[in-house]
């Protein structure tokens, strides 16, 4: 009820009652006013506290030990592109390498580094993860023989011993391969080597790998005398996919929107650094290596020089994420049952 009803509904109270409720009124504004001018000072100084004041907290999780991926993130921190717009990162290595996920999942870290297929395989399992930026555009994952077995295709890998490790998307992908090219993937002999991805080629235990990285193991294999020859799963069946993204939670999206995008704001910054000044950005590396994964700083360089073209967005900002590429993700997975319940790739995903 409106106070002009009220006053209505009181007609017959005489003319001085009426106008007790506007001395009232008029005297709780009075109060009002001084109290807002006494208070202004202090609202001012939390202003003024919060628009200079400490810098907002995110922490970032990576998806393995630090290495030349992470160069822009060590970039951004070092030149201070993350203090520019007001933020403190800490970037931490995970425990396991499938830690990072569920921690920004459960809200342990802010941000995480994963993989394009796990962030739809993980939505298909209730996970309340997106993805806010593709960092590098394309596999690094392919399928690697010896360079002296004369294999030419993943078809003649029909009969033979190919190790995965442990991933059924690994498993998945090679047998998408070697149907593509004409082979029989049921004749495979899968082994699962777990991390024994070197040793596994380099001992003739397998006959090809599927797992390894064409910037870490091909250039360690190499390294050791082994060189090989890599199959590139887009030529073979495979879509093209994200290999590496950043992801946030549901939740910490509501909650901290703002912050992810002048991290993404700092993380271009930092990504130009090293597109422009390599050889600086992996000297920045180097400073941050853990003490537990030291780095070889040979493989590290050439690894970068095979980074940067896949990283590259061209006309579009660095980080940026195209709906077909997880509409094409989503269909291979589901069609190679990856998927454990429904999910709409649509809402896997947002660009900042």
Request: hydrophobic share 40%; net charge negative; charged share 20%.
């Amino acid at each position: 009820m409106t106070h002009p009803e009220l006053y209505r509904n009181h007609s017959t109270h005489k003319k001085s009652h009426r106008l007790i409720p506007y001395l009232l009124l008029l005297c709780l504004l009075t109060l009002l006013s001084g109290c807002a001018s006494a208070k202004d000072p202090d609202t001012s100084a939390a202003s003024s506290e919060n628009s200079s004041g400490k810098p907002h907290k995110l922490t970032i999780m990576l998806d393995w030990y630090p290495n030349a991926v992470h160069s822009f993130l060590y970039a951004a921190q070092q030149n201070g592109y993350f203090a520019e717009e007001g933020l403190e990162v800490d970037i931490q290595m995970p425990a396991d390498s499938n830690d990072a996920l569920k921690l920004v999942a459960a809200g342990k870290v802010d941000l995480a580094l994963s993989y394009q297929p796990q962030v739809l395989m993980a939505r298909s399992e209730g996970i309340p993860v997106k993805s806010v930026a593709a960092l590098v555009r394309h596999p690094l994952n392919h399928l690697l023989v010896p360079a002296e077995s004369g294999i030419t295709g993943p078809k003649e890998l029909t009969g033979k011993n190919a190790g995965y490790s442990s991933i059924p998307l690994y498993e998945a992908m090679l047998r998408t391969m070697v149907k593509y090219d004409g082979g029989d993937p049921a004749s495979l002999n899968l082994i699962d080597v777990g991390f024994d991805l070197i040793p596994a080629l380099s001992t003739g235990r397998a006959d090809g790998i599927i797992g390894g990285f064409i910037n870490h193991e091909a250039l360690i294999l190499e390294k050791e005398g082994h060189p090989v020859t890599s199959f590139d799963p887009t030529d073979y069946g495979v879509p093209d996919y994200y290999e590496l993204v950043l992801v946030a939670s549901e939740q910490g999206l509501l909650d901290k929107e703002d912050d992810y995008r002048k991290f993404m704001n700092a993380a271009r910054k930092g990504q130009q650094f090293v597109q422009e000044q390599p050889q600086q950005a992996l000297e920045i590396l180097f400073a941050h290596e853990d003490a537990t994964a030291p780095l070889d700083q040979a493989i590290e360089t050439k690894s970068l020089e095979i980074l940067l073209p896949l990283m590259d967005a061209g006309k579009l900002p660095f980080g940026q994420q195209e709906e077909k590429s997880w509409e094409n993700v989503h269909t291979w997975l589901s069609e190679n049952g990856l998927l454990s319940g429904e999910t709409d790739s649509k809402d896997a995903f947002v660009n900042l």
